[in-house]
Each structure stands twice: as structure tokens, then as C-alpha cells.
């Protein structure tokens, strides 16, 4: 299983924000697309994303990696675990979209939500995701709002090769700090 896939939900938590009055969401045992068209059916506007510029960071608090030497995987351990930050600029064209931020990518077969709740400025969710080249979990619980949120998340892979199976557990941050600066290079 690729390493990057392990790492693709964070991407779908940038910015995680609510507007408005907040929805409650609630599937089990459902795909990703079931999941984004609820989202959709709990109203116009009512789960949203508020544009502009959000600043974060993600931070790895436990890395089992198979096969990786012990110093390396303390190195890359101290790397992960001083934090990384990032900068996400949202666009309002993003928010009518909503660009599947919730839910990840709805065209994915290969994965099924054992539970997902949305519901009253807190996620909680755990994914499944089975493919050839192996299988995948991952769970994520937290607090949101319009202007922030702070999410927990655990991963395991587990390749059907002889790689082994890949643990983490992290937790991504961040808050909307105003406008969009408008260039590629400072959002």
C-alpha cells in the first residue's frame, strides 16, 4: 500500500468548519458518497466552510513503520512529531462546492464509513478502505466551529505485500486568520 494514502485525510480536513445552524449527520457502514450526499441533504449552507485563510498544524505522536531501521524511525519520530504546519486558503467557490472536505474522495469504492457523526460542533468517524494492494483504517474524532477546529486521527495500513502494517496517530489543528492574500506562493 502507498505510504501517501495513509497521509490523504488531513488534506480533507482543510479548514474543517461549520456555519450556521449545525446539521446532524449520522451514517453506518456507508460509502463515501453516501456520506457527502448527506452532508448535502442537511441544507443549503448548513454544513459549510467559511473562506479565507487558515493556518495550521499537524503533529505525529506515534510512527510504526515496519522494516525501517530503529534511528531512522526515531529521526523521522523527532521530524513528525516537532510539528508541521500549513497554510490553506479557502475559497468561496470551495464552500459551494464543498469539495468533499468531510468525507474524502466520493468516487472511492474501495472504502466505507463503519460510522461517521456530525453533529453539534464535534466529528467522529472511522473509515475502511480495502483495496488489492492492501487495506486501511483510520479514525478521526473532534471539535469544529466556523473559525476552527482540532482533530485526532488514527491510521493503520496494511499491505498485502510483505511490508507489514504501518501505524500512526496525529492530530491536525487549525484556525481562519483572515483573508486570502491572493498569490500561489502566500495564499
Given amino acids: 500500500m502507498r505510504l501517501a494514502s495513509v ?8 479548514p474543517l468548519a461549520a456555519c450556521g445552524s449545525q446539521p446532524t ?12 450526499e448527506q ?3 442537511a441544507g443549503d449552507g448548513a454544513v459549510t466552510l467559511e473562506p479565507g485563510r487558515w493556518e495550521g498544524s499537524m503533529t505525529m505522536h506515534e510512527m510504526d513503520i515496519p522494516g525501517v531501521p530503529a534511528a531512522v524511525r526515531e529521526q ?3 521530524q513528525a512529531g516537532a510539528g508541521r504546519s500549513f497554510v490553506n486558503c479557502v475559497t ?9 472536505l468531510f468525507t474524502g474522495e466520493n468516487d472511492d469504492k474501495s472504502c466505507t464509513y463503519d460510522h461517521f457523526t456530525l453533529a453539534g460542533g464535534r466529528i467522529d468517524a472511522a473509515l475502511r478502505c480495502n483495496r488489492p494492494e492492501g487495506h486501511m483504517t483510520m479514525t478521526m474524532a473532534g471539535n469544529y466551529s466556523p473559525q476552527s477546529y482540532k482533530m485526532d486521527l488514527t491510521s493503520k495500513a496494511e499491505s498485502t505485500g510483505a511490508a507489514g502494517a504501518l501505524s500512526m496517530k496525529m492530530s491536525v489543528e487549525a484556525r481562519r486568520v483572515g483573508a486570502c492574500k491572493g498569490t500561489p506562493d502566500e495564499l
Avoid at 25 to 36: F, I, K, R
Avoid at 92 to 100: C, H, M, Y
Wanted: proline share 6%; hydrophobic share 55%; glycine share 0%.
Fill in 25 to 36: 449527520v449520522s451514517a453506518t457502514n456507508a460509502s463515501t458518497a453516501e456520506v457527502q
Fill in 92 to 100: 468561496p467557490e470551495d464552500v459551494k462546492e464543498q469539495k468533499a
Fill in 76 to 78: 523521522m519520530k523527532a
Fill in 39 to 41: 452532508l448535502a441533504a
Fill in 7 to 14: 497521509f490523504v485525510l488531513p488534506a480533507f480536513l482543510l
